[in-house]
């Protein structure tokens, strides 16, 4: 049984097929999407110079626009401890410029949520809940933060989280999943978001 399908339970039977298919990744199978993200947008400016040394660790990025190609690959494989892992791959594209946004994902057994270590090398951990809506779709909440330095994970104050909430769907009248990403801040608000659609490659 898949991370996401234990982390959800029975309610991973409510998704829809498509939105199954695609988070019912068994130990060595792969989901490779691609598509365009209609608006990738920041918050203020003086954040930017943190985006930028996000770089370095394939987590943030400065640049901004609408309708940037992207593309998606998912993972799914057997860490060095013996858990299932899911490691996400995103590509933005501006120009002949590649900007990532990577995390390994793997399950909690105990409390039943995702662990989501952001960036190579991982920069930030956050717990992930998973819910399931009567259309079908899946929403995603980031939860408990922590600042990985190393070995070493300290627990970030609830003002200093970029708390993410992912909205996926699949629109069955053009065939392609939506997906939309907002990052906010409880004291700045908006950090960062984005919003588009893919296609799971043939």
């Known amino acids: 049984m898949t991370i996401y399908r234990k982390v959800l339970g ?3 039977e409510r998704l829809h ?3 199954q298919k695609r988070y019912d990744l068994a130990d060595g199978s792969v989901f490779e999407a691609t598509g365009t993200m209609k608006e990738i947008k920041g918050g203020p400016k003086w954040l930017y110079p943190l985006f930028t040394l996000g770089v370095n660790w394939k987590l ?3 640049e901004r626009g609408k309708n940037i190609p992207f593309s998606i690959k998912n993972v799914s494989r057997i860490g060095p401890n013996g858990e299932s892992q899911i490691h996400w791959e995103r590509i933005f ?3 002949s410029t590649k900007r990532y946004f990577n995390a390994l994902m793997s399950l909690d057994e105990t409390r039943l949520v995702i662990k989501d270590y952001l960036g190579e090398p991982p920069l930030v951990y956050s717990d992930l809940a998973f819910a399931v809506a009567d259309d079908g779709s899946l929403t995603i909440h980031s ?3 922590r600042l990985v330095l190393g ?3 300290v627990p970030l104050p609830k003002f200093f989280q970029g708390l993410a909430t992912v909205a996926e769907r699949y629109d069955e009248v053009n065939g392609v999943f939506c997906i939309n990403v907002s990052v906010r801040n409880p004291l700045i608000g908006h950090v960062f978001s984005y919003e588009g659609e893919f296609v799971q490659n043939a």
Do not use: R
């Open 93 to 95: 594209h501006f120009g």
């Open 10 to 12: 029975e309610d991973f």
């Open 151 to 153: 070995k070493t994970e």
């Open 60 to 62: 943030l990025f400065p």
């Open 17 to 19: 097929p498509m939105l």
């Open 143 to 145: 939860l408990n933060q």
